[in-house]
């Protein structure tokens, strides 16, 4: 890659992070690079607009006995013995996920973003609060006492990470729901970056313990990070 | 499911749908025509049509880019219904100098300035990727052009920006 195929690339996606080789040979596309980057820091914030407040227009009436559904996908038949041996087989890895046996992961921040694939359902956008009753009972007072400055939650249930129950709460950002891991037994030395297929985060430290929050990759989590920090207090 | 509960049940999905992205698509709306007033027009047309084809969303993890394909539809059609003129940005209108509403930081105003000037087809790919977060293949799709087009168009419009910028600098 040469500098005039960098600066093109770079001007088109100032976070690509290909053409390292040449990077590192060429000082002036460092330079390039970093004015980029600080460019499209300050388009971001011109971009913000006031919104104004949402009003729903007239909503006509929707005969729902005559919405067509759409077609199922295609499903290839198969014979009864496929079902119940992928049904036995299905039991087997859930007991085994649920026990925590046999299933290891490289790092906390893998098993982190692991559990939000295995809880689509967490992610749905939604406006509706999840009652204090639940929250109490998905965040009991002997292991954390939450504020409730830390957002609308919309999801709350407990959750094993690294074979502990967690607290595992979404909120809704900016840019979707921001899934939020209350983790008091998981003691990280440093901010932890997650980095997954259409996600980023970070696994923050707090005292003994840690708390992951992973939004959206255009997410901006630094507010939420603060807002988190300071709702919630471990009780041990 | 009775019929009454099957209505109340679209009619959550919806709400809870649009509350979560109607910040999106009214930005998305404004910076596409420039407008804030036919931005919350264009954004009550695109309500209204993602209501009536609500059951056309499979999967609501993709209810942004669907409710984004919406507004950008609504927005070609609203200037295909009015056939405005484009934007003269020496003769503005009130509803479109309220885009460009000032504020303290003057070399943000500039670039405000700056984008709200970039032709349309600069314009939205830079909008979509800097403000709605989507990928060049994402953009692409959503404007049917291919990924070699859409990174042009990016290259051009942050060259045009950092021009302007180092000329409000130099003046």
Not at chain 1, 122 to 148: E, F, G, K, Q
Not at chain 1, 203 to 225: C, F, N, Q, T
Not at chain 2, 51 to 74: C, F, G, H, N, P
Not at chain 2, 144 to 152: E, P
Request: aromatic share 6%; net charge negative; charged share 25%.
């Amino acid at each position: 890659m040469n500098c005039e195929e960098y600066r093109h690339r770079i001007a088109a996606e100032p976070s690509f992070d290909g053409g390292a080789g040449h990077l590192s040979e060429c000082l002036a596309c460092q330079a390039f690079r970093t004015e980029l980057q600080s460019l499209d820091g300050k388009i971001a914030r011109a971009m913000q607009i006031d919104i104004p407040t949402l009003s729903f227009p007239e909503l006509p009436a929707i005969d729902t006995d005559n919405v067509v559904p759409l077609a199922p996908r295609a499903q290839r038949v198969r014979p009864a013995w496929f079902a119940l041996a992928a049904t036995v087989l299905l039991a087997a890895v859930v007991g085994i996920r649920m026990s925590g046996i046999g299933v290891s992961y490289e790092s906390l921040a893998d098993e982190v973003l692991a559990h939000l694939d295995h809880e689509p359902a967490s992610l749905r956008p939604s406006i509706t609060p999840v009652s204090d009753a639940r929250i109490t009972d998905v965040v009991p007072a002997n292991v954390a006492r939450l504020d409730h400055d830390a957002g609308l939650i919309t999801y709350a249930r407990s959750c094993k990470i690294n074979g502990k129950t967690v607290p595992h709460l979404v909120i809704q950002g900016e840019r979707g729901p921001i899934t939020i891991l209350l983790m008091p037994d998981e003691a990280v030395s440093k901010a932890t970056s997650l980095d997954g297929e259409n996600t980023h985060g970070v696994i923050l430290p707090v005292g003994d313990g840690s708390i992951a929050i992973i939004g959206a990759r255009d997410e901006k989590l630094e507010r939420v990070e603060k807002s988190v920090l300071n709702s919630v207090m471990w009780s041990t | 499911m009775n019929k009454s509960s099957a209505e109340a049940g679209r009619r959550r999905r919806f709400d809870q749908i649009v509350a979560v992205f109607h910040a999106d698509m009214f930005r998305y709306a404004a910076w596409l025509c420039r407008d804030k007033a036919i931005a919350e027009d264009v954004v009550q047309e695109a309500m209204l049509r993602a209501w009536k084809s609500l059951d056309a969303l499979r999967d609501d993890a993709a209810a942004k880019q669907w409710l984004l394909t919406i507004v950008r539809r609504e927005n070609a059609r609203y200037f295909e219904r009015r056939r405005l003129e484009t934007v003269d940005i020496d003769n503005l209108t009130a509803s479109q100098a309220a885009l460009l509403a000032v504020g303290p930081d003057e070399e943000l105003n500039d670039l405000r300035e700056s984008i709200f000037e970039l032709d349309d087809d600069y314009r939205e790919p830079l909008v979509l990727q800097v403000l709605m977060g989507y990928s060049t293949t994402e953009i692409g799709e959503m404007m049917g052009l291919k990924q070699g087009a859409v990174l042009t168009r990016l290259h051009r419009a942050r060259l045009k920006l950092k021009e302007n910028v180092a000329h409000e600098d130099r003046s």
